[in-house]
Structure formats: structure tokens, C-alpha cells
């Protein structure tokens, strides 16, 4: 009978430990590679929170949150000198993605108001109108636990000429989104459709930029004269 060999055994369990090792490093990375590509948004995310904390905030402020139509508001904050605002627009963001992020981006600021425009990127992707308004319900949802006096308000899609040719879409969507609201506390639809198209009921190419999708300057004025019916001051 050979004798037991703790040399042998001992070379034999570093390369063990030595494989199980490497192992665990690039399990470590893979799982890092796939968490990065399964949370989109992730880090623009953060760079948004990151940059308003930087510059401060103050509870009870109002937040305009969304895809990039709110992104590109640059003149928000001159438009509305009395008020509070915090603009935490992510490009190319659907109704799933503000619900995945909503505390980083609305509840962790405390608002007294919320400003949401999404399912515009939703529905020209295809993804069903019931979905879109689940997302949207969840958001209403989280948003009041934290506080039921925060007044929320979904803006309806606009008639962008690039996605004309699912103009009816993005029509029931915005008569659904309406009803949805008439039928919540302190929610309320707004309407930015009808100030965006002609006597006709087409839209307007001469208020986007060149890919016919975001608004110019000119678009944001008549968005502006908007969203001031519904601020107080």
C-alpha cells in the first residue's frame, strides 16, 4: 500500500485553488458583463442623479421626467424663472425604463409635482398600448405611496412627422392615457397633440428639428404656452 503523499497532494490542491480562483474572477466579470447589459439606462442614470445632487435640490420641487423630448428642453427652467424644476430626461427611455429607475430620478428628490412623458419611444418599438399604461399605473402607483399629494401629470404623445405613419397609435393611446387619468386622484392629462398640428389635424414639420422627431425652438414655445396653464404662478 503507497504511502500517503503530502508533497503530491499539496501541488495538486494549489492548482485547485489556483483554477477555482480564476473561476470566481471571471464568473465575477461575466456576471458584472450581463448585470451592465440587463439594466439599461443604468449609467446615464447615474451621471443624471450624480449631476443634480452636484448642483443641489430642494424638496418640493417639480419634475419633468421622460424620454428625450424632456432631455432637450433646454429652456425649461428660463421658461418657468418662479418655479423649482428638475429636468432628469433620459434619451430613447420607454415606460419600463422610468419604472425601473423612478426612485433615482423622481422620489428621491421629494417633488410636489411630476411632469412624465413617455410612451412615445414605446409604442413606435411596438410595444401594446395596455403595456405602456401598466408601466405608467406602477409609476402613479410608487409615486403616491411615497406621497398622495403629489400632483402627477402624463403628457400625451406628440405628432411627430417621422412617426406619422403610426399616427393612429399613438391616437389611442393618447385618448386611453386621458381616460386613465380622469380616473386617479391628483393625475391629470395633458394634451400637447392638438397645439402641434394644423387645421387639417397634420403635423407640423416646421416645429422639429431635422429628424423630424425632436422639437426646435419654436416647438418648445408652443409647448411652453402649454404646460403654463398648469403652473399656479
Not at 424620454?67 to 418655479?83: A, C, D, G, Q, V
Not at 393625475?187 to 397634420?202: C, H, M, P, R, S
Request: charged share 20%.
Amino acid at each position: 500500500m503507497n504511502g500517503f503523499d503530502s508533497a503530491n497532494f499539496s501541488l495538486r490542491f494549489m492548482h485547485m485553488k489556483k483554477h477555482l480562483l480564476l473561476s470566481l474572477v471571471f464568473f465575477g466579470l461575466f456576471i458584472a458583463q450581463v448585470t451592465s447589459q440587463t439594466i439599461p439606462f443604468e449609467e446615464e442614470v447615474k451621471r443624471i442623479s450624480a449631476r443634480i445632487d452636484s448642483t443641489g435640490w430642494s424638496p418640493g420641487s417639480t419634475v419633468f421626467t421622460g424620454s428625450s423630448t424632456i432631455r432637450m428642453w433646454k429652456s425649461l427652467e428660463e421658461t418657468f424663472p418662479n418655479e423649482t424644476l428638475i429636468n432628469t430626461g433620459f434619451g430613447g427611455s420607454k415606460a419600463s425604463d422610468l419604472e425601473r429607475h423612478l426612485f433615482p430620478l423622481v422620489i428621491k428628490f421629494e417633488p410636489s409635482r411630476v411632469f412624465i412623458y413617455e410612451g412615445d419611444n414605446d409604442l413606435w418599438a411596438g410595444v401594446e398600448v395596455s403595456a405602456i399604461l401598466t408601466s405608467l399605473d406602477n409609476i402613479v402607483t410608487r409615486i403616491h405611496l411615497v406621497n398622495p399629494d403629489i400632483e402627477i401629470f402624463l403628457i400625451g404623445a406628440k405628432p411627430s412627422p417621422s412617426r406619422w405613419e403610426k399616427k393612429d397609435s399613438y391616437l389611442i393611446f393618447n385618448r386611453m392615457l386621458k381616460e386613465y387619468c380622469q380616473t386617479k386622484e391628483q393625475v391629470q392629462y395633458v394634451d400637447t397633440w392638438k397645439a402641434l398640428t394644423d387645421t387639417e389635424g397634420n403635423a407640423r414639420p416646421e416645429l422639429y428639428i431635422q429628424d423630424m422627431l425632436h422639437l426646435n425652438q419654436e416647438g418648445y414655445v408652443i409647448w411652453a404656452g402649454i404646460f403654463k396653464g398648469y403652473f399656479k404662478n
